[in-house]
DNA sequence: CAGGCGTTGCTGGA
DNA sequence: TCCAGCAACGCCTG
């Protein structure tokens, strides 16, 4: 069981006690997995309180790390480019910001229980020390870690740090459950315990690292040097990995204590790419570059200098606190991460469609605002919140019925802050599969765009081939007439595809579908089975044939 | 068991 | 910019 959240005085008090000269002959290792950081790292300051040496290690996983040439984007079987560099980068400062203060990273490869026990042996560890995780991968990779280091009689520290909460401490408080809606989690977390107080400044000294003997170690590896081909004229994110790089970011979004105030996440631009509408810290806190809880401090920190302030759920610390929330739901739900045996999870009748999840993930929908965003994750690896909206309304519940676990599968790879916990949740989340079931509250793949950006800069940006559309046809170029395409080098069909569904006919499909289907889970209390589910789709395979004509009719009207 | 409420819908009108 | 009307869900609270 992972300790109850953190001690900040012990904190305070731990380094400057670590005094060499009172060494007593103990060696720590501290595994790095997220939390890549010395700022309010409290393993890395148990491990260095009374250590003679501390050895930081960061393992690669080439389950994770290697490349897989079957993959639909570059990048490894589970990450993009864009986040394998993100993760890199973080590395190399973090092996920076180490050897400031005496150390550095030591970095091993292979299956990370394995290379553990062989450190533990071969360096003499008597306290092993690393972030608690709430993932499901983590929980069983630990297990095995703890068993190993336990049978070796070495001691464990594992104190969670990833979130300003104990999500197991929310779900004790719920008795036993987690808590399903937001409003219900704000009440069960109260406020931090430590939020009177002040998180410890960064540390400034660690023990050295002792001998690695028979070790494989490395510097942190290259792009190259893992394998992939990286190209520096390819467009990619321009979010730079880091501690240092986050910590300067999350200076420059709180010096500005207006807009900190008056943050209000609905009401930002997603069209807005040239200056984000939001912080853009969300890769930071996934990899933990940057504290959760040094953030949270920093924004009551500005809260406490205004006069009025914007709140949760709305306000920059209420987007904290949706990551708390669904750290919480998402440790607290088997199977948080599929529909089956997931108890929170609606049973919808979804379609495994590959062509039209390839339309959508390839950028080839015909709808400039759905493409141009999906190309921006793409190369970006980061789109606005509401944009991400938007596509995965589409895909799922919005347009074309598709499984919400394929969509999430395209987001976790690409996204640089792709984090399982939060992925997971917006995409049932948006899906109507849990926390909001609004179905009939669909997003437009025309008209919400334009609200924000009229004239389609975005879209022009994202893609080039619509660049000399005129604005009324940019969000529907298959109106645009023939003369008009020409004129803009731009013909719907060739140059760019036609739209792959009728929006107004297909959202009104879903409307329907999903009319039926929460009337079966309502009646079946969620007990539906497949054989439900096919039912449920056969019959309304049916009603689909039935309107066909209508629609081809529509869209060959609108298509011209 | 009913009524209030829910981070971010759309359209059309003032 | 804000509003009503649209159609209407489940969760939480009393």
């Not at 399903?180 to 315990?193: D, V």
């Not at 207006?258 to 969300?282: C, I, Q, R, Y």
């Not at 950028?363 to 909206?389: C, E, N, S, Y």
Request: proline share 7%.
């Amino acid at each position: 069981m992972p300790p109850a959240c953190l001690n900040f005085s012990l904190m305070r008090f731990s380094l400057s006690q670590a005094n060499p000269t009172m060494a007593s002959g103990s060696n720590s290792l501290m595994w790095f997995r997220k939390g890549i950081r010395l700022h309010d790292n409290p393993a890395l300051e148990y491990a260095a309180r009374g250590s003679d040496f501390v050895y930081p290690v960061f393992v690669i996983d080439p389950h994770y790390m290697d490349p897989d040439p079957n993959a639909f984007s570059p990048g490894s079987k589970l990450a993009g480019l864009n986040r394998i560099r993100f993760l890199l980068e973080s590395l190399v400062d973090l092996d920076f910001n180490l050897k400031k203060i005496g150390s550095r990273l030591l970095v091993l490869k292979g299956e990370p229980s394995e290379v553990l026990s062989r450190c533990l042996n071969e360096w003499r560890i008597s306290k092993l020390c690393f972030e608690f995780d709430t993932e499901p991968y983590y929980q069983a990779l630990d297990k095995k870690v703890k068993n190993h280091a336990s049978a070796a009689g070495v001691e464990i520290y594992s104190p969670v740090s990833h979130t300003i909460f104990n999500p197991l401490d929310i779900i004790q408080k719920n008795g036993g459950k987690p808590p399903l809606s937001y409003q219900s989690f704000i009440k069960l977390a109260g406020k931090p315990s430590w939020a009177s107080s002040h998180i410890s400044d960064e540390i400034t000294w660690l023990p050295p690292v002792g001998s690695v003997g028979n070790c494989m170690i490395s510097e942190v590896p290259s792009m190259k040097e893992l394998g992939y081909e990286d190209k520096e004229e390819d467009e990619r994110t321009p979010f730079k990995g880091g501690e240092s790089e986050a910590l300067k970011r999350l200076r420059e979004s709180i010096s500005n204590n207006e807009w900190v105030a008056n943050f209000e996440k609905p009401k930002g631009d997603p069209s807005s790419f040239l200056k984000p509408a939001t912080t853009v810290l969300s890769p930071y806190l996934k990899f933990g570059c940057l504290s959760s809880r040094y953030f949270y401090q920093c924004i009551q920190d500005v809260q406490r200098d205004v006069k009025k302030h914007t709140s949760p759920p709305v306000s920059l610390l209420g987007q904290l606190l949706w990551r708390e929330f669904f750290y919480t739901v998402a440790f607290g739900t088997p199977n948080f991460d599929q529909m089956k045996d997931n108890k929170i999870c609606k049973q919808i009748p979804w379609k495994y469609d590959d062509e039209l999840l390839v339309a959508w993930r390839d950028a080839k929908t015909g709808f400039p605002w759905i493409d141009a965003i999906m190309v921006q994750l793409q190369k970006w690896g980061w789109m606005h919140h509401l944009a991400r909206h938007c596509v995965a309304c589409f895909l799922t519940r919005g347009d074309l019925l598709v499984h919400w676990e394929m969509g999430r599968d395209v987001f976790e790879r690409l996204l640089i802050d792709s984090d399982w916990s939060i992925n997971n949740a917006n995409w049932m989340w948006l899906s109507c599969s849990s926390f909001f079931y609004q179905y009939n509250r669909i997003y437009s793949p025309i008209s919400f765009g334009k609200k924000y950006d009229p004239k389609g800069n975005y879209i022009r940006h994202f893609l080039p081939m619509l660049k000399d559309m005129p604005d009324e046809y940019i969000y529907e170029p298959w109106t645009a007439p023939r003369n008009v395409q020409v004129k803009a080098k731009c013909i719907i069909g060739k140059d760019y595809p036609k739209p792959v569904v009728d929006h107004k006919s297909a959202s009104k499909e879903c409307k329907q579908l999903f009319h039926e289907a929460y009337e079966l889970n309502k009646r079946l209390n969620g007990k539906v089975n497949e054989e439900g589910l096919k039912d449920l789709r056969r019959k309304f395979e049916e009603v689909e044939r039935e309107q066909e004509p209508k629609s081809k009719k529509l869209k060959q009207k609108l298509i011209g």
